[in-house]
């Protein structure tokens, strides 16, 4: 009986670690980052090229304002590229590098942002999770 319960106790505790780390796997929702005018009338925002990831994912500016986005990959072998193909933007970053990039976009929308790298035979970036959205209102 006694080992019936251990048992029992044991399929619990190994159930409930299965849990916790599913749950921390589970990216939380990032509220969308309205870039600010600075008071040279350009909108500037930094954004963080990791892995299979851009922070922030959400990019909200205004039409018709310059837009200066700081790209810094923090990742150490791997390259990435910052693409909005509707909006003719599209940038290589280096593993470890920094790039600006500087556009300004006329027309309001929600546009996609992705990698397209990929080592072949292996998915692309995009396809791994990295993409994001500008949206210009």
Same mark, same amino acid.
């Given at each position: ?59 909200? =500016?205004? !039409? $018709? @304002?310059? %837009?200066?986005?700081?790209? *810094?990959?923090?990742? &150490?072998? #791997? ?13 290589? =970053?280096? !593993? $470890? @590098?920094? %790039?600006?990039?500087?556009? *300004?976009?006329?027309? &309001?929308? #929600? ?27």
């Amino acid at each position: 009986m006694r080992a019936c319960n251990l048992m029992g106790a044991i399929g619990l505790l190994i159930t409930l670690q299965i849990a916790v780390v599913q749950a921390a796997d589970v990216a939380q929702p990032v509220p969308p980052f309205a870039v600010p005018l600075a008071a040279d009338g350009v909108q500037r925002a930094t954004i963080t090229l990791d892995s299979y990831s851009y922070t922030p994912n959400h990019v909200i =500016v205004e !039409a $018709g @304002k310059p %837009v200066e986005l700081t790209l *810094t990959s923090v990742t &150490t072998i #791997t390259p990435h590229n910052f693409i909005i193909k509707e909006l003719s933007v599209e940038q290589d =970053v280096s !593993a $470890g @590098k920094t %790039v600006v990039i500087k556009f *300004t976009p006329t027309q &309001t929308g #929600t546009f996609p942002i992705y990698c397209d790298k990929r080592l072949w035979p292996l998915p692309s970036h995009r396809d791994k999770g990295m993409e994001g959205k500008l949206e210009v209102k």
